[in-house]
């Protein structure tokens, strides 16, 4: 059990039935009154953001999530397979359950796949991947003040806006948080 004084970012606990990761939290001491605890919570299976307000005394059960590194193999219309590289054991996942977290991600390569209680609820990509320039136009030199970007489509299939010099065939790393180019390799 973890007090509401106690809380810190990222912890994830179970309030009311419901399975939550504290995303920013703040104790508060008025002057005339109680102290009491602000928070914002992000419902880890549906990802909503809710604010709520605790005494320090509170307490709340530690939820445990359990994150599995798996390889993703491939998908099949609207599964995709992923394998434990541990045990060999492989479980299919729908479309709803990914949702966007495999945009740039290729098959074979390592993800996080996090469970509550049995229950996946959500696939975790590599922070930076390493990917290659399928299709965008060719770059042009002059007048631009500014950093200028272009669209361009890579090997998964997604979309990124990189720098007028990158080029059809290079490789480059993307942060997959935010899906923004950081360099070519």
């Known amino acids: 059990m973890i007090s509401a004084g106690d809380f810190r970012n990222g912890i994830t606990l179970e309030i009311d039935g419901n399975v939550v990761q504290i ?95 049995g229950n996946v609820f959500a696939i975790e990509p590599p922070l930076f991947v390493e990917l290659q320039i399928t299709e965008t136009e060719p770059g042009f030199a002059g007048n631009t003040a500014q950093g200028a970007t272009k669209p361009a489509i890579v090997e998964t299939g997604a979309q990124v806006s990189v720098p007028l010099f990158v080029n059809q065939g290079d490789v480059i790393k993307i942060d997959t948080r935010t899906g923004e180019y950081l360099s070519r390799v």
């Open 23 to 117: 995303v920013e939290f703040q104790h508060v001491k008025p002057g005339k009154g109680a102290a009491f605890v602000r928070t914002k919570l992000k419902n880890v299976i549906n990802g909503g953001v809710t604010e709520k307000t605790f005494r320090p005394t509170e307490k709340f059960p530690q939820a445990r999530i359990d994150r599995v590194d798996m390889q993703y193999l491939y998908n099949d219309g609207d599964l995709y397979y992923f394998m434990d590289v541990q045990t060999y054991d492989q479980v299919a996942l729908n479309k709803e359950t990914i949702g966007d977290a495999l945009k740039f991600v290729k098959e074979n390569e390592m993800v996080k796949v996090c469970s509550y209680n």
